[in-house]
């Protein structure tokens, strides 16, 4: 459906654009963006079109890595401009320009202005504000011009959803992809991909469905399977990471990590409440603590968010090794869930604090009716230090991302 519904023989060739939302790993993206090329070259010549992910560099990682070599074997003519981010496309005496947009935020929209399309692509369209979208999609005044929209599902009262997949006036189609729509995946892969999320992440990457993010935001922690008694030191890789979360009103948190038997362990915490003790330590005093809480472990770095720069800043002026942290809130607790549910990042048993907030840290309620995934901020403090690290550490130098 996706490669064909635009052919002249296709009983439904005149909507105007087409949605495709579900399942990770279902193929929409691979159909989308051929079905988008070969359309665009069948009925139009020298037009421009707009391709967009929620960053350039995303949209060249997730889509242009394979779509150049597959437009190449097919007898298309592709060549890319990089400093200008434009793939002109050539067959059959028939050139177009495609341009590459980010569509990262509000003030992404103005990029886009002012061109005139026959089409635009929409990758990961949930990732991007609406603001992009509406001046993309106004841009499309050439005659036959149509939208093409693909995406992961979000909460159900994201603006997508509202606007354009439950709008019944939009003159479009919508398919709904699940794993199984990808034929190149074996059972086992999707086996592993299952067994990788759980609770709100399960339905909307596996099951490919709007929900909501309610209830615990690790409802996939136990303690069954995610805490051990701390091991004997000769079992535990020498070289440790350090994960911290500043607070001047709020606790402050040092969290040490070292390697047990190919797993991630929580070997001990630090937990300083300010409102409990009565009084607020400055950020000298923090870095005393974190160099006893240190001690003669050797350490590779500690990993700060970076919103703390005056605690970075003493930190780094005692010669500590300092590694600013990956923040991105939504993509670290589906890191954290991931690596939690695989059995792969462990809790010593000691470490109270940590495994207290594991059982209480929530989803905001409020927040989910006005289509945010936000977590309440509470019980939050070793929650944003295990983001840190897992984020920071274990996918962007142990895997590479």
């Known amino acids: 459906m996706v490669l064909s519904w ?8 005149d909507k105007d654009g087409i ?8 193929g929409k993206t691979v159909a989308m963006s051929l079905s988008f090329i070969f359309w665009a070259m069948e009925n139009f010549n020298n037009m421009n079109f707009a391709m967009c992910g929620k960053t350039i560099s995303s949209f060249k990682r997730n889509v242009l ?27 059959k005496g028939k050139v177009n320009s495609f341009y590459v947009f ?7 929209a103005s990029l886009i202005q002012g061109m005139t399309l026959a089409g635009v692509l929409f990758d990961e369209v949930a990732l991007m504000p609406e603001s992009f979208v509406q001046q993309a999609t106004a841009r499309c005044s050439v005659d036959g011009s149509k939208f093409w929209f693909n995406c992961n599902p979000e909460n159900p009262h994201h603006w997508f959803n509202e606007n354009w997949i439950k709008d019944t006036t939009k003159n479009l189609i919508y398919l709904h992809f699940t794993m199984d729509d990808n034929l190149s995946l074996s059972e086992k892969t999707k086996a592993r991909y299952r067994n990788m999320y759980s609770g709100v992440f399960y339905e909307r990457f596996i099951l490919g469905l709007w929900r909501s993010a309610d209830g615990l935001v690790y409802d996939m922690f136990s303690e069954e ?11 535990l890789i020498s070289s440790a990471y350090i994960s911290c979360d500043y607070g001047t009103h709020n606790p402050t948190v040092f969290l040490m990590w070292r390697k047990y038997h190919n797993k991630w362990l929580l ?4 937990y300083y409440n300010s409102c409990e003790h009565g009084f607020q330590k400055t950020d000298s005093e923090y870095a005393d603590d974190l160099i006893d809480f240190i001690g003669d472990t050797p350490y590779q770095c500690v990993i700060v968010d970076p919103s703390a720069a005056s605690f970075i800043t003493v930190l780094m002026n005692r010669g500590i090794k300092v590694l600013k942290a990956d923040n991105s809130v ?21 470490c109270v604090n940590t495994i207290t907030e594991f059982n209480l840290y929530r989803w905001d309620s ?32 142990v895997e590479g991302r």
Not at 371 to 384: L, N, R
Request: proline content about 3%; aromatic content about 8%; glycine content about 6%.
């Open 366 to 397: 409020k927040a989910a009716e006005y289509g945010e995934d936000k977590p309440i901020k509470q019980d939050d403090h070793a929650m944003d230090a295990v983001r840190y690290f897992v984020s920071t550490v274990i996918r962007r130098i």
């Open 225 to 235: 399977n995610n805490t051990i008694t701390l091991p004997d030191e000769k079992e």
């Open 19 to 26: 949605i495709a939302d579900g399942a990770i790993r279902s």
């Open 330 to 350: 939504l993509d670290g607790i589906r890191a954290v869930g991931a690596k939690l549910k695989a059995g792969q990042l462990l809790i010593n048993k000691e």
């Open 6 to 13: 635009w052919c002249e023989s296709s009983p439904v060739k």
């Open 65 to 91: 890595s394979f779509l150049l070599s597959m437009l190449e074997t097919r007898g298309y003519s592709v060549k890319y401009k990089y400093s200008e981010n434009i793939m002109i496309v050539s067959r």
């Open 267 to 270: 070997v001990k915490e630090y």
């Open 102 to 108: 980010g569509g990262r935020d509000e003030s992404s």
